[in-house]
């Protein structure tokens, strides 16, 4: 049982290039949820997704994209990388019902 | 809409030192408040949440919808008690959390 796992791990952009964020859970959960990490601004959502299909926008969406094809996978795009978005990104799940997020260990992500 | 607001971004204390971790919230329907705490090296992960009242590793947190704060609370820190602490309010729609912004506990020895 892996809980949250999100890849890669670290990864260095150059500002115009595209990825792909990782987000893949094996708990069966419902919710899932993208959060970027900036010193002195905790934790911000960006986007968020209530069951498998659907997706909705969190407080801080602009430049990102996702998906939730399958109920176990939750994908971060950045379709044109930016220094802003240098940020530690994390991936949470909840199972409906419950109060308790279950957190990925994080992406690291610098664009120079 | 929600906002958390934790004022002290670090506190340091040393060992055996009495702890008190402020947050203040606004929100405008009844809020469910947590604790989440992150350790070095290691995942974000829930401390406790003000419906159950409870004590964990020696820390609690009690709501004061009055002055709308939920401080996290310890009466002897420990060394093992360094880590980012975070305050989130839980809205209905969605089960998102709102953060605040943490604040770094330092237990000196």
């Known amino acids: 049982n892996a809980g949250v796992t999100q890849t890669p791990k670290f990864r260095v952009l150059k500002t115009g290039q595209s990825m792909t964020l990782l987000c893949a859970q094996d708990?069966?959960?419902?919710?899932m949820y993208w959060y970027r990490q900036d010193p002195g601004m905790g934790l911000r959502l960006i986007h968020y997704s209530v069951g498998e299909g659907t997706t909705a926008k969190g407080e801080v969406p602009d430049g990102y994209n996702v998906s939730r094809l399958k109920k176990q996978n939750f994908l971060l795009g950045l379709e044109s990388a930016a220094p802003s978005q240098t940020s530690v990104y994390f991936c949470?799940?909840?199972?409906?019902?419950?109060?308790?997020?279950?957190f990925g260990s994080g992406t690291r992500l610098t664009v120079v | 809409a929600q906002r958390v607001t934790q004022p002290e971004k670090l506190l340091s204390v040393f060992k055996g030192a009495p702890v008190e971790l402020k947050c203040n919230y606004s929100?405008?329907?009844?809020?469910?408040l947590f604790w989440y705490v992150q350790y070095s090296r290691q995942r974000l992960q829930l401390l406790l949440r003000?419906?159950s009242r409870e004590s964990i590793k020696g820390f609690t947190a009690d709501l004061n919808k009055g002055e709308t704060s939920f401080h996290l609370k310890k009466p002897f820190a420990q060394e093992e008690d360094s880590a980012m602490y975070y305050c989130a309010l839980r809205a209905n729609a969605g089960n998102m959390l709102t953060f605040g912004g943490g604040t770094r506990l330092m237990v000196k020895p």
């Open positions: 949470a799940s909840l199972r409906s019902g419950d109060y308790g997020y279950t």
């Open positions: 003000h419906i």
């Open positions: 708990m069966n959960h419902e919710y």
């Open positions: 929100y405008s329907g009844s809020p469910e």
